[in-house]
Each structure stands twice: as structure tokens, then as C-alpha cells.
């Protein structure tokens, strides 16, 4: 702990003190962020560090392996999916962008356990159910490049597969398939690769790198 109060009271002398008053406009008009991101919690991939944001710039959720569920408005509890309706319906966000990543514990856990297995966690398994689309995707592309053994490009082709069936699970929300049919909201899918720093922007089935400058 003390370690996040030192990491404060550099931020309140130092960040804060240089930007006090985009703070205070902040605080008592709102925020109008442009964009939603939908990313991973992995401690290694800070999207405000990795785009270079600040506050207010972006509607931020993290959650294990960036998976979007879709819509199920069946009374349990939806956290990703009551975001997307505060972003969509209290803040009117233009563009929802769900940010995968290379080297995802999640993905790695979802690639690794065979259909049927019997649940060995409380939460994790019933979430990571939502990406095995993703993983059948990922088999059947390694199979036809003749990589099916290897795991770590099994993965990587998983951590893509799982951006696309997100975005296709963001569509079966019907205020947000009405925002995008309607021009007022459109839908990105990246990819960020820790070990390079390298991003991707995914364009119809593939994804392309963007370049660094």
C-alpha cells in the first residue's frame, strides 16, 4: 500500500498541480468521452499509457480477457454489459473499441481447456465459456496453416478470434446495433502485442499493423 500513497502524492504534485483546472472542468461539467474501450485487466497493457490519453478522454472497462458477452438481460449481473448501456444511452460514446492483447492469461486458460471439462473455478470458467467461439475459430485457422500443435500461435490466433466475437456480441445489443445502423456509433477492433509494443487494427477478417509514426 505504500507504495500506491507514495505513487499519489507524486501524481497530486506533479500531474495534478500541471493540470488542476481540466480536473476541476471535469468534475462539474461531466465527462463526454469519444471513445469506450473495452480491454483486458492485465497489468501489462494500460490503454491510457498505450494511446497516450488522459482524463476524460476515454469510457474505460477492464475485465478478464476483454470478452464482450452478449446480450442477455436475463436478471443475473452483467457488469461489462451495464457499461455498455450507461456509454451508449447516459453518455452517447461514438466509438466502442475492444482492445485483445498477446500473451492473454485468460485466452491461454480458454485454449487450454478441452470442451467439457468440468468447472474448476467459481467465475473464471463460466466467463471464459463466452470466448469459445473464439477458440473453435482459432483451431479450425491453425489447422489450415498446419500449426494446431502450437500452442502459443493457437493463442495468439485465439486473443484475435476473441476481439472479432466481440465485436459481433456488441451487434446482438439492440441500442447499439440502432447506433451503428443510424452512423452515430461505429465499432474498432485492436490488437496489441506486449513484447513489441506493436498495435494492430483489425480491417474486415484481418488484422494490420499501424504504423508506429
Known amino acids: 500500500m505504500d507504495a500506491l500513497i507514495a505513487g499519489y502524492r507524486r501524481f497530486r504534485a506533479g500531474y495534478y498541480e500541471q493540470h488542476s483546472s481540466k480536473f476541476e472542468r471535469l468534475g462539474a461539467k461531466g465527462q463526454k468521452p469519444h471513445y469506450m474501450i473495452i480491454g483486458c485487466a492485465d497489468s501489462r497493457v494500460d490503454p491510457s499509457i498505450n494511446f497516450d490519453t488522459g482524463p476524460g478522454d476515454v469510457f474505460m472497462v477492464r475485465n478478464v480477457a476483454n470478452v464482450v458477452p452478449p446480450y442477455a438481460p436475463d436478471g443475473d449481473h452483467h457488469g461489462t454489459s451495464a457499461a455498455l448501456e450507461f ?85 446482438t445489443f439492440p441500442w447499439i446495433a440502432e447506433r451503428v445502423k443510424a452512423g452515430t456509433t461505429k465499432l474498432h477492433g485492436l490488437y496489441f502485442d506486449i513484447t513489441k509494443g506493436e498495435l494492430y487494427r483489425l480491417n474486415g477478417e484481418a488484422f494490420e499493423l499501424v504504423p508506429p509514426a
Open 87 to 171: 456509454a451508449m444511452k447516459g453518455l452517447e460514446i461514438p466509438n466502442i473499441v475492444i482492445l485483445g492483447h498477446a500473451k492473454c492469461g485468460g485466452i491461454a486458460a480458454l485454449v487450454d481447456r478441452e470442451p467439457g471439462d468440468a468447472p474448476t473455478n467459481d467465475f473464471l470458467d463460466l466467463w471464459m465459456s463466452v470466448a469459445r467461439p473464439a477458440r473453435r475459430a482459432a483451431f479450425k485457422a491453425a489447422e489450415a496453416v498446419g500449426v494446431a500443435d502450437d500452442r502459443d500461435q493457437v493463442c495468439h490466433l485465439c486473443e484475435q478470434e476473441n476481439v472479432k466475437i466481440g465485436l459481433k456480441n456488441l451487434m
